[in-house]
Each structure stands twice: as C-alpha cells, then as structure tokens.
C-alpha cells in the first residue's frame, strides 16, 4: 500500500478561485481542509480525513462532474459562563473536493464516519482493475 | 559581589513552596506542556468561577487509550496507542499534554465524555480556592 503524503494530495487547498461551493453557498464561519491522507491499493483508493467534532448528520459528500465535495460541520460544544482562556483550534467547518481520478467506479464510492474519522472507499472499475495473463 | 551572591543564596531557604509558586504564576497563565507531534491533539481550555472544561480533539481514538490524570493543578492527559494500531499514523501517535490550571482539582469531580472524536473534560475546583464572598455588615 503506498501512501500518498499530504502535500502531495490533489485535494484542492483553500484556493478561493477555484472552490467547487458557490460564493453564495459559504458561510461566515471559517472553512478549512481537514487532514487526510490518500492511500492506494489493489482495490482502488482510501481517502480518510479527520473530522473531529462532525456527526453523521453534519457531513454532506456530493459527487458531480467527476469531483467529490465533501462539506462537514462540526458540532461545537458550549459551556455558558465560561470563558475561553487558551486555544488551540478554531471551530470550523470541513470542506474538501478533488477529481476523481479515472478508472474509478464513481457509483459505488462507500463512505463511512466513526470517532470523528471519515474513511472513503473509491473502488476500481472492473475493467481497470489488473489482469494477470496466464502465460503457456 | 561575592558577598551579596552569598548572601542571595542563602535567603534561598529551601522551605521555599515551589507549588505555591506554580500555582499562584499559573492563576493568571495557564501553561501548556507537550510531547509528541505538535498540535496533533489541540486543546481549547475554559473557564468560571467554579472549575474547568478542557477540550481536545482525539479523532479516531478510543476512551480505554485515553488515560486522565490530575494532580494538585494540572491535568494530565496521555495517550497511549496500543501495539497492533499503525503509530504515527494519520490520527494516532501517542502523546502526553500537561495543563497547568490556575486552581487545584477537586479530584472526584472530573469527569471526561468522548464523542465524535472530541473530548470533552470537567474540572471543578476545590473549595479552598473558590472565591469566597465576605459580607460587608454595616453597623
């Protein structure tokens, strides 16, 4: 299994210009691209992304065009009367997109959320997985 | 010179409580300590009057790798991946955060929930260093 690093993953970036969400459909609370990590086996491709916060309800994955856009929002917890004395992270939203690279069977993209992680499975196409050629 | 170092060090009396010291810096600068990737687990820390609420974010991880400790004022919080999970993974590699809460903890009120990987921690404060009210008579 090789394992695609963070750099190196086609998911775009925050790239204003080129965000696959609509202006009109941004909220006013901050978006960022959760950790993830591509990861390639015989099978096809596994996304997984890290979603703390986001329950089943609160994510969207949409699939159009050959793009995958996923859309999460974290349940934030309150405490009234407190105040906040050191942070660490912001609550955001999630969002993410990237093209699905060919030779993958679009409609049967599995996802699956738990403890706050995302996994996608994208299988192969059948025609694209590899034949092994039996030699006499 | 000489004379006033020597003189320093002995006012130096090691009777000095260097826990009254902590806490009483860490009252108005709760401190943060770490080992293991930076940030891999961010905590957001609040407060009021009566205690504390910690948050972390532990996605992926399970209550039994999460252990809590706490001990006079501060919080230890380690997690420990068991052997046959990849360490140093997407979300697992073990760590070790240590807060320094501006009060001592009422041990028996911590409580912790784990949920949609988040963490979300309770701590009351014990009541000798609760603010106290004095009511003013007029005579």
Redesign the interface.
């Given at each position: 299994m090789t394992t695609a690093t963070l750099e190196k993953s086609p998911v775009a970036k925050t790239d204003t210009q080129n965000s696959p969400v609509p202006e009109s459909n941004r909220t006013a609370s901050p978006i960022v691209v959760p950790?993830?990590?591509f990861q390639r086996n015989d099978e096809g491709l596994l996304f997984?992304a890290?979603?703390?916060?986001?329950?089943a309800e609160n994510l969207d994955i949409q699939v159009e065009n050959n793009y995958l856009r996923l859309k999460a929002t974290?349940?934030a917890?309150e405490?009234e009367?407190?105040?906040?004395?050191?942070?660490?992270?912001t609550q955001s939203d999630y969002q993410a997109a990237f093209k699905i690279p060919s030779g993958i069977d679009a409609s049967n993209i599995k996802a699956h959320l738990?403890?706050?992680?995302l996994s996608l499975t994208l299988p192969k196409l059948e025609e694209a997985k590899p034949i092994r050629i039996q030699v006499n | 010179m000489l004379q006033l170092l020597d003189q320093l060090s002995r006012s130096w009396s090691p009777a000095f409580d260097f826990d009254f010291f902590d806490r009483e810096f860490s009252r108005f600068f709760p401190s943060f300590q770490h080992s293991g990737r930076a940030h891999a687990h961010p905590v957001n820390l609040y407060l009021n009057q009566d205690g504390a609420k910690a948050v972390l974010h532990a996605p992926g991880w399970r209550a039994e790798w999460l252990k809590l400790s706490v001990e006079g004022n501060k919080l230890h919080l380690e997690g420990v991946v068991p052997d046959d999970v990849e360490q140093g993974s997407l979300q697992f590699g073990n760590f070790h955060r240590v807060i320094n809460l501006p009060f001592r903890v009422r041990e028996d009120s911590v409580a912790a929930s784990l949920e949609d990987g988040v963490l979300v921690i309770s701590l009351d404060k014990r009541e000798e260093d609760k603010p106290k009210r004095i009511q003013v008579n007029v005579a």
């Open positions: 950790r993830h990590r997984t890290l979603l703390p916060g986001v329950p974290a349940k917890p405490f009367g407190y105040r906040k004395v050191h942070g660490e992270f738990e403890r706050g992680v | -």
